[in-house]
């Protein structure tokens, strides 16, 4: 007797657990209170959660989806506002912790080491073609030569920002530059000038 092969036919996901409507629609209060968790959060090695603070349905088109906001802890470190969840409501992705697990989870954000912070850089360098495009738009228009070559940097915004970004005139602690830098693979780069 030969062992069936199986096929596996359409995309594969990573999602493990319950929608949000799964969970909230059988727990009394529509949980507001209990703890939940994402299992995509799950892979850092600080704690991610998210305690119900209320609870809003959508209407029946929508029958998937659910309304919520959220205190939201993430990577050991309380948001300071209360996060709506709507949009990944439909997947099949979270968790419900149970009651007697609830407050050692939020005594491990206690015990989380608190890193020092990480303030992002809010200019860099130009790179370095468009340096070359600047001179001669300057030469050609007769102005004076630009004396620094920085540009502002844009960050999308994140709830779930750990660093912040530098203010006017503080030193920022990460310095991001337009060479290589150190290559994540350096077997690629051999024999290849670096500088």
Known sequence: MTTPVIKYVGRTTNFKGKTLWEIVGNLKNMGVGRVIVRSVFERYPEPSFMKIVKVETCPDEERRRVRIWVEKTFRGKKLPNLT???????????????????????????????????????????????????????????????????????????????????KPGEKPTLVFTMGLGKPASPSLYEGVPLN
């Open 84 to 166: 709506e969840i709507y949009r990944t409501s439909y997947k099949p992705d979270y968790k419900l912790i149970p009651k007697d697990e609830e407050e050692i989870l939020f005594a491990s954000v206690d015990k989380v080491q608190k890193p020092s912070e990480v303030i992002l850089p809010n200019t860099i360098e130009m790179p370095p073609l468009m340096r070359k495009f600047i001179v001669k738009d300057h030469e050609k228009k007769g102005l004076e030569p630009m004396k620094e070559f920085i540009i502002p940097i844009s960050y999308q915004h994140s709830p779930n920002r750990v660093q912040r970004i530098a």
